[in-house]
């Protein structure tokens, strides 16, 4: 009765449906693991960004950051610091978003101690059509004075696969806050982690918006997770029906079983069963 099944297009049709059913459940167990590592990153930022800010001097000591790799270690940690902007050394990085809107980020050191390398504060995000090729950007300067800071310690940001190492875009642009490579660039001695604004006083004015922490949510993994959940199902429960209707239905798969061998035929012309 089904004999059929072992027809080249029917193989062909059963490894595809076992590659398809495969690759549907690899898909549920990624959109998992993607929720796990957002549920990670949720109850990291909200332990290390939500209590009293910390000095910036004691956790850089209290957690030894000395190098790039360090920073994991406190990243979101919330600090608080007081300096003076080098206004001169500013600089933005472009082909960033807000809110949709594209823009660039503004970037100033932040000369605190006398003894230590500045910190880079990432101020935050200006619009598309503001002149930035030279510092300080018009409509967005910083304090000129002492200046109390208050954000969220950052890690440096690496090149994406296809990013060039070059940094230095020129007219006073920065590629990406890869702190290593800004050091070089600019001639500059920095702390291995940046500092994302939360707020400062006195405050800046003008058209400058705070850049925001990442989002606190769980995305739609778990929802992505159920719907390829949910066509596994389909497919496991619904090729076997699909099998047994056309053993059922007589179509041409079906007639090609029956024999036309003589040999396979009895007296009165009906298929012999095998083995008798």
Request: hydrophobic residues 40%; proline residues 8%; aromatic residues 8%.
């Amino acid at each position: 009765m089904y004999r059929f099944l072992y027809k080249p297009k029917w193989i062909v049709s059963h490894v595809l449906i076992l590659g398809l059913i495969v690759s549907m459940i690899l898909l549920m167990f990624w959109q998992l693991r993607r929720l796990d590592e957002k549920q990670t990153l949720n109850a990291r930022i909200a332990a290390r960004a939500d209590g009293a800010p910390t000095q910036l001097a004691d956790v850089l000591r209290d957690e030894r950051v000395s190098t790039i790799a360090d920073g994991d270690r406190v990243e979101y940690r919330a600090v608080v610091v007081d300096g003076t902007y080098d206004v001169a050394a500013e600089f933005t990085v472009p082909n960033r978003t807000l809110d949709g809107a594209p823009g660039r980020m503004v970037v100033t050191p932040l000369r605190w101690s006398d003894t230590e390398a500045p910190i880079l504060v990432l101020r935050g995000f200006i619009p598309q059509a503001i002149e930035d090729n030279t510092a300080p950007i018009e409509g967005a300067e910083p304090p000129t004075g002492p200046v109390q800071v208050r954000g969220w310690l950052r890690v440096s940001e690496l090149p994406g696969g296809f990013q060039s190492s070059k940094v230095d875009l020129g007219s006073n642009r920065i590629a990406r806050l890869d702190i290593d490579r800004v050091k070089a660039a600019r001639d500059l001695d920095l702390q291995p982690v940046y500092l994302e604004l939360g707020g400062q006083a006195p405050p800046t004015d003008g058209v400058i918006k705070p850049y925001p922490l990442p989002e606190r949510s769980e995305g739609p993994h778990f929802a992505y997770a159920v719907q390829w959940g949910v066509f596994t199902l389909i497919a496991i429960g619904g090729y076997p029906l699909v099998i047994r209707r056309v053993a059922r239905g007589g179509g041409k798969d079906r007639k090609d079983d029956v024999p036309t061998d003589p040999d396979d035929l009895d007296a009165g012309g009906v298929p012999v069963a095998a083995g008798t």
